[in-house]
């Protein structure tokens, strides 16, 4: 029985988090009223020239530096023609002779893909397309020239990968070291980070590349191991019944699980790539890259090694709090304003994300402040508010910052000290519970958690559980 391995390379397209286009002062904000966001120069007007933006460059050369990559000390755009209908000078500045960086690598750990190294051929800058807009009739398509000129890093990796675990996890680590490098938001299904997949199968033991198919559309990691699995089996079918693999652009569609040739994969040479006259080629310097290099924040592996070592937490919590840049930024000031490592990390893992998970939000989305955060653990700590209050206005916290001791002073909620006041609620809740109260005698001490959560429930939340445990204990002691 014959037996494929499949060979998988990576072209990762990132849209760079630059408030202006890359050869236009055009804003990139996501989700304009279409075609508002638009000059002569990104609408290829004659006679417009472009100017490079400064910052695209710069964040080219940060990613190349985290990622390994050789910087070229001359770099320069070429011309990509090709004629459709959301580009709109009919050809796509881009970088094919002289890249920006070349021969890097990211190496790879992980259950269940052990060490696995893989080459970055090359990161080059680019500018996007715009998009298009179907109707519902399938009758007529509209155009928005808001994306068209977005800043594009364009990361290709050599053909190292050999399944979606590792496809996956190449875009994790690449995702989060861009992420932390504060470059891009990297949000898939918002198109700021956007993956083709050329994949092709070869016989166990052959040396020699079979042909490959290029995957496009791919918009999640459940779109892409979906895409892989199918077309990986769409080619083992064609050469076990000995056909050939045509080398073509393929479109996946989600909903039908299942690729549609789009075109013939085009070469080099079909685009007729030449150097873009209008644009100088970029001499950059030992000093600049060495400014940048500098300048570099700390990444996530070395900040997890810290906040084990600086803050005494697990591995566990190490690696959840710093997963997103955002959290692990408000973690740290939160503790620097006096709140504990410990505390602070377990609302974060606990509250924090089961609050972000529940309303569809990005870590990055939450409103809440260090100082704020910091204030509410002050009040749980000093027993001014009882940890389900605290719970109450985390979630507010989170969703829309306030001052915790505004929220408790409007709200009412500080924590009930009048022991008489608890002792009359406590007299209460044991006449209401007799069965508790007579496991509780008989000797199942288990049998008091009820009566406290009935007492706080009572209390609505505003008593010290401690307390309302101790004052139990005392009433129920007179029953015996």
Request: with cysteine.
């Amino acid at each position: 029985m014959e037996r494929f391995e499949t060979v998988i390379g990576l072209e990762v397209h990132v849209e760079l988090s630059t408030k202006t286009k890359i050869f236009c002062g055009c804003s990139t904000a996501f989700g304009g009223r279409p075609n508002s966001q638009v000059c002569p120069v990104c609408m290829g007007m004659p006679g417009t020239l472009p100017i490079l933006n400064r910052q695209v460059l710069e964040d080219a050369i940060a990613v190349g530096l985290v990622l390994g990559c050789e910087i070229r000390r001359e770099s320069r755009f070429d011309r990509k023609n090709y004629f459709y209908p959301d580009n709109p000078q009919n050809y796509q500045i881009s970088q094919l002779y002289q890249p920006i960086g070349q021969n890097g690598e990211v190496c790879l750990e992980g259950k269940d893909i052990g060490k696995k190294r893989v080459r970055i051929h090359e990161i080059h800058m680019e500018e996007d397309a715009g998009k298009l807009i179907h109707d519902e009739t399938g009758r007529r398509s509209f155009i928005d020239y808001n994306r068209a000129g977005v800043p594009l890093i364009e990361i290709v990796t050599e053909p190292d990968l050999s399944g979606s675990e590792e496809v996956i996890a190449f875009l994790e680590k690449l995702r989060e070291s861009l992420r932390y490098l504060g470059v891009s938001d990297c949000k898939l299904q918002e198109g700021s980070m956007r993956a083709d997949v050329n994949l092709s199968l070869r016989r166990v033991g052959e040396t020699r590349l079979g042909t490959r198919t290029e995957m496009k559309n791919l918009n999640s990691y459940h779109a892409i191991a979906d895409a892989i699995a199918a077309e990986r089996e769409r080619q083992q079918e064609i050469l076990k019944s000995g056909g050939i693999v045509i080398q073509e652009t393929r479109r996946w569609d989600e909903d039908r699980k299942q690729s549609f040739s789009m075109r013939s994969k085009e070469d080099t040479k079909d685009y007729r790539y030449f150097p873009d006259p209008d644009i100088p080629v970029l001499r950059i310097s030992e000093e600049w890259i060495g400014r940048i290099h500098e300048s570099l924040p700390e990444m996530r592996g070395e900040k997890k090694k810290r906040f084990q070592a600086e803050y005494g937490l697990s591995d566990y919590d190490a690696e959840l709090i710093s997963e997103s840049p955002y959290v692990a930024e408000l973690f740290e000031k939160t503790v620097s304003l006096g709140a504990g490592a410990k505390k602070a990390a377990n609302w974060l893992m606990g509250e924090g994300f089961r609050i972000c998970r529940e309303r569809g939000l990005d870590p990055e989305e939450m409103a809440l402040t260090p100082e704020h955060f910091a204030g509410l653990l002050r009040l749980v700590e000093d027993k001014v508010i009882s940890q389900t209050v605290a719970k109450e206005l985390f979630e507010s916290m989170v969703l829309e910052d306030a001052d915790p001791e505004r929220l408790v002073a409007e709200r009412r909620l500080a924590t009930v000290s009048d022991e008489g006041h608890l002792k009359k609620v406590t007299r209460e809740i044991i006449e209401q519970n007799p069965k508790s109260v007579q496991d509780y005698l008989g000797g199942k001490e288990k049998a008091i958690g009820y009566l406290v959560g009935q007492t706080m429930k009572a209390m609505k939340g505003q008593a010290d559980p401690t307390v309302v445990t101790r004052l139990l204990q005392e009433e129920l002691s007179k029953l015996r």
